[in-house]
């Protein structure tokens, strides 16, 4: 066995065939930690995350399982009532006021708890357009529903509507 093998495996286990030079890339990083960190890593991301790590999440699972230098803390973020952690708040956007969509739907723009803050600078930041939520907490039985998930209930409760008016 060796790294090309090794990287062959971790992107079949996620069901994904790369590009070239996209492989070499990968490949240039294994080379450089060795076949047994290689494997490391490889039993990691399969054991570990849901999709495939892009280079630079690649870079910092090396980092974190102390490959490469000491290894880091876990990046735990505080259990946001908004973003529930993830860094990213959703936005229902109405048909009505943009004509460019046909129901309603959801976009996310970055929170400002700390999750929120380590995300892309290109991300719009949700309380710098919109001065508050845009659904207060609920009363009754969506009370003590997460954000997120309020929306998505409102999204769903708003395109039932407009399917029962067509």
């Known amino acids: ?4 093998t090794v990287l062959e495996t971790m992107f079949s286990v996620h069901g994904r065939r ?12 294994f080379d450089q930690i060795g076949l047994n960190d290689s494997v490391k890593v490889f039993e990691h991301v399969r054991d570990k995350e849901d999709k495939f790590p892009t ?16 290894p880091k803390a876990n990046i735990e973020y505080d259990d946001c009532y908004y973003c529930q952690g993830v860094g990213y708040i959703p936005y229902l956007l109405s048909p009505k006021k943009d004509k460019r969509i ?17 995300l ?14 845009q659904f207060e ?5 969506l009370k003590d529903v997460a ?12 395109n039932k509507y407009l399917r029962s008016k067509e």
């Open 55 to 70: 280079i630079r999440q690649m870079r910092g699972i090396i980092g974190n399982l102390g490959i490469w230098g000491k």
């Open 137 to 141: 907490e609920e009363e009754g039985e």
């Open 18 to 29: 790369p590009l070239e030079a996209q492989f070499n890339e990968y490949l240039k990083v």
């Open 102 to 118: 046909s129901k309603y739907t959801i976009v996310v723009m970055a929170c400002k708890c700390s999750a929120g803050q380590d």
């Open 120 to 133: 892309p600078e290109d991300v719009e930041r949700y309380f710098d357009t919109h001065k508050s939520v």
């Open 1 to 4: 066995m060796n790294t090309t």
């Open 147 to 158: 954000y997120p998930v309020l929306v998505t209930v409102k999204q769903t409760e708003f």
